[in-house]
Every structure is written in structure tokens, then in C-alpha cells.
């Protein structure tokens, strides 16, 4: 039976040996642990063994597991798709935001933001699209639109724009789909050096997003196992109509 010192080794062993294979300093990468669907003790006990950084995808999740944890000096962000009116909630947390995909998002958070005194660092969210290429459906701007996005969030008060943050898309090679989020973010730090962080790559791909020059890899499965239920940012995917399941 492994246990979760083993799998953090395991997965940091892996980052390590991507980035250094890439030519990197596996120090530039941040670990941040996906801990969504597990409770607040599962958080505890990675923390305990030195990882700092959580991510929610849900706020009410968040505030509820933060709340549990005060004690401890997480840092926490915010992985999922976020509704307006929960921006304050996760602003007031200190979360980073990796989710932001249109410039009401970014208003809504740098508002809670100025009011508390400091700015909620975020990450634009780009959609890669599905293997058809397709809108992936898992939130994220259009490629295209993400350019003049920066260019909005940038001149928004009460945020501060650290990078662009994708998915992979599904039933696809992740490699391609990174080098374009790489080439685009790279067109955005050179208006906007401070966009110096690339969040991209999760359990199955993060030495392609690795190679591709991620500096935050947001790992859930491989640090805490299967998620016992369908992990939240699906439930959106929910069918609202009369179809019943089975
Ligand atoms: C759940 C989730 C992850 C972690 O995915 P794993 O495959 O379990 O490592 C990373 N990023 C986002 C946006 C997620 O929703």
C-alpha cells in the first residue's frame, strides 16, 4: 500500500526529472496539490509532509476546507469555473485564481481585491479545445481573444495577472495543444512581463507541460488517488433536461 509520502515523493520525483530533462530547474515549478472531493484531514496530512500549495474548484468547497485549516499556512487557488457572485468568497481567501476567462470575472475578484488591500492574483483561463477542435466545455477563453484579455485584466484594479492556465484537451495529444499555450503566453508576457507563470499539466500530462515550460502543475490523482465521486467542474456537464441516468 503506498501511502500519501510515497505518492508525494512519486510525483515530485517525476517533476523533477521533466523539468531537469527540459533543461530546467525543477525549483521554477510549483506543486500545486488538487485536493477537491478529499476532506479537509487529507489536506492536513500533505501538508504535514511540507506541500503548501492546495487547489478547489469549488468555492464553497474552499471556504468550507480553509476554514478547517486556518491553522496551517496553505496557500490555496482556485481551479474550477467561477460564477460571479462567489468571486468575493474566494478573493477574500487569498486564493489564486486560475479560472478567469472574461474581463466581468476579473472586475468582480478586483473588486474584492482593492477592498481588501490586496490584489487576487490571477491566471487566464485559455480553451484548447477538444480533439476535433471543438470548444472544450470546460471553461477558458478562445485563444484568439486571450491577447486583448490581458490587455483588460492588466488594466484592471484590484488584480494581478501572473500567466495563463489551460486543460488539455480530452482524447488528444497534450504535447501540440501546450505548445500553443506556450507560444500564446509568450505573446502575452511580452506586453505583460509580470505574466511570467504557466499554469498547465495535471497527473497524466505533466511532463508534456513540462517540456512546454509549465511552471505550476496541478496534480489531484496521482497525489491523493481516484476521486471517489465525478470530480465537480463535471456537474456542470449535468444534463438539466428529463433525462434519467441508466
Ligand atoms: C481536477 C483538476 C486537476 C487535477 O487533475 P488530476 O488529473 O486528478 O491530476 C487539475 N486541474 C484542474 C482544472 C482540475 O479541475
Avoid: I, Y
Amino acid at each position: 500500500m503506498t501511502t500519501p509520502a510515497d505518492r508525494l515523493r512519486a510525483v515530485r520525483d517525476r517533476v523533477d526529472a521533466a523539468a531537469r530533462a527540459a533543461g530546467r530547474d525543477p525549483a521554477s515549478v510549483t506543486l500545486l496539490a488538487v485536493s477537491k472531493t478529499w476532506p479537509a484531514a487529507t489536506v492536513r496530512e500533505l501538508a504535514a509532509l511540507g506541500q503548501a500549495d492546495f487547489g478547489e474548484n469549488r468555492a464553497q468547497e474552499l471556504a468550507g476546507k480553509a476554514a478547517e485549516l486556518t491553522d496551517l499556512p496553505l496557500r490555496w487557488h482556485f481551479v474550477g469555473q467561477l460564477q460571479r457572485n462567489k468571486a468575493a468568497a474566494v478573493a477574500r481567501l487569498g486564493a489564486v485564481v486560475h479560472s478567469v476567462d472574461r474581463l466581468s470575472l476579473a472586475r468582480a475578484l478586483g473588486r474584492a481585491g482593492a477592498e481588501a488591500g490586496r490584489p487576487v492574483e490571477v491566471f487566464l483561463q485559455v480553451d484548447l479545445g477538444g480533439p476535433q477542435g471543438e470548444a472544450a466545455a470546460r471553461g477558458g477563453a478562445d485563444p484568439a481573444e486571450v491577447p486583448a484579455l490581458a490587455d483588460a485584466v492588466a488594466d484592471t484594479e484590484g488584480v494581478s495577472l501572473r500567466g495563463l492556465m489551460a486543460v488539455a484537451p480530452r482524447g488528444a495529444a497534450p504535447g501540440p495543444a501546450f505548445a500553443r499555450l506556450a507560444a500564446l503566453a509568450e505573446r502575452v508576457r511580452a506586453d505583460h512581463p509580470g505574466a511570467r507563470d504557466l499554469s498547465a499539466g495535471m497527473s497524466a500530462d505533466l511532463e508534456d507541460a513540462l517540456v512546454a515550460g509549465s511552471t505550476l502543475v496541478r496534480v489531484g490523482t496521482a497525489l491523493f488517488g481516484v476521486r471517489p465521486l465525478p470530480c465537480g467542474q463535471d456537474e456542470s456537464h449535468q444534463s438539466h433536461g428529463s433525462q434519467q441516468p441508466g
